[in-house]
């Protein structure tokens, strides 16, 4: 299973972005997918994560600013963010849970600025 994300930027105190990540290759019996991200310095943390029924779980720390989604035929997760803080910056990663196994993404980079 590859996964490919893309959407992190530049963006100012405020602002919005989009990240998307696809999955490829032989993928069965997905549970979850979502996104952690690892500020410098610190450990990578959840941010939001997406059951194959639609149930979502969000950090606190983004409760009301970002909003996750999946598209189960496509394989693919979307994490809208808004109000975006300087706090939120960080690589972002995307995240495929199945059965077994975690697969992660290669990271893709949030950048607020004050």
């Known amino acids: 299973v590859q996964l490919q994300a893309s959407g992190g930027g530049l963006v100012q105190a405020g602002g919005s972005l989009r990240l998307s990540c696809a999955a490829s290759?032989?993928?069965?019996?997905?549970?979850?997918m979502g996104w952690y991200r690892q500020a410098p310095g610190k450990e990578r943390e959840l941010v939001a994560v997406?059951?194959?029924?639609?149930?979502?779980k969000y950090a606190d720390s983004v409760k009301g600013r970002f909003t996750i989604s999946r598209d189960n035929a496509k394989n693919t997760v979307d994490l809208d963010l808004h109000s975006l803080k300087p706090e939120g910056t960080a690589v972002y990663y995307c995240?495929?849970?199945?059965?077994?196994?975690?697969?992660w993404g290669q990271g893709t980079q949030v950048t607020v600025s004050s």
């Open positions: 997406i059951t194959s029924a639609g149930s979502r």
């Open positions: 995240i495929l849970s199945d059965l077994e196994y975690d697969y």
């Open positions: 290759g032989s993928v069965f019996s997905i549970r979850t």
